[in-house]
């Protein structure tokens, strides 16, 4: 089955701990990209890839890293977690490099930073 | 103008009636546009495409006016399952390879 899948799906860290949240596509497409999404403000891109060891920031990638080494792979780093990073986060892929065309969203990680 | 902006709603609907709403951009130079649904909670799901000056798929309609820079998306004969949030996407006036999203437009079919 294509999907994208997410992990962990739920998380409650306290702040400055780091974490990764992982992300992983079985669809073999080049473009990967990380939003977070909080109420009133909607999907805010974090970064993107457009292709292996390709990555650029979106509107919001303070405080957070990403990493591309391999195309089925995309991981969400946050070296010292602060509560304003709570949120939910979505990992998405995309058949175009481009990132303009359909998005094929993972199921959502919801994050409380405390 | 914002990147991309939606009144929020809710949107009550009665079942079995017409809804329609609007999206407007401010990207200019965007030449594909998309509508996703979202379920609470849930990722979104693509809904529809539109790069030209409209798209229909079933009870779903969307329409691109270009000169006003929005798009619209019509749901006719409306399901309870229709009940959503329904979101505009465009290309950024930021990034090429980057998309706008909106804040949604909240539906729901009262039965």
């Known amino acids: 089955e294509a999907q994208v899948t997410q992990n962990p799906r739920y998380l409650i860290t306290v702040t400055g701990k780091k974490l990764t949240v992982t992300c992983s596509q079985n669809?073999?497409?080049?473009?990967m990209s990380w939003y977070r999404q909080d109420p009133g403000l909607g999907l805010r891109q974090i970064y993107y890839?457009?292709?292996?060891?390709?990555?650029d920031k979106g509107d919001v990638p303070e405080g957070y890293k990403v990493s591309r080494k391999e195309k089925r792979n995309f991981p969400l780093i946050l070296e010292s977690p602060s509560p304003n990073q709570t949120s939910l986060y979505f990992c998405?892929?995309?058949?175009?490099?481009?990132?303009?065309?359909?998005?094929?969203f993972g199921e959502g990680s919801r994050l409380t930073v405390l | 103008r914002k990147e991309v902006e939606q009144d929020p709603g809710p949107f009550n609907v009665p079942e079995g009636a017409t809804v329609a709403f609007n999206c407007t951009y401010s990207n200019s130079a965007s030449q594909s546009f998309f509508w996703y649904r979202q379920d609470c909670r849930k990722e979104p799901k693509l809904l529809m495409s539109?790069?030209?000056s409209g798209n229909e798929d079933g009870r779903f309609t969307a329409q691109l006016n270009r000169a006003s820079q929005y798009i619209s998306l019509l749901i006719r004969d409306s399901k309870l399952s229709d009940s959503a949030t329904y979101l505009c996407v465009v290309p950024s006036p930021y990034g090429n390879n980057r998309l706008a999203f909106g804040k949604g437009n909240q539906v729901v079919v009262i039965p």
């Open positions: 890839s457009m292709n292996v060891e390709v990555t």
């Open positions: 669809m073999n497409h080049e473009y």
């Open positions: 539109v790069y030209s």
């Open positions: 998405a892929s995309s058949p175009r490099t481009s990132g303009i065309g359909e998005l094929f």
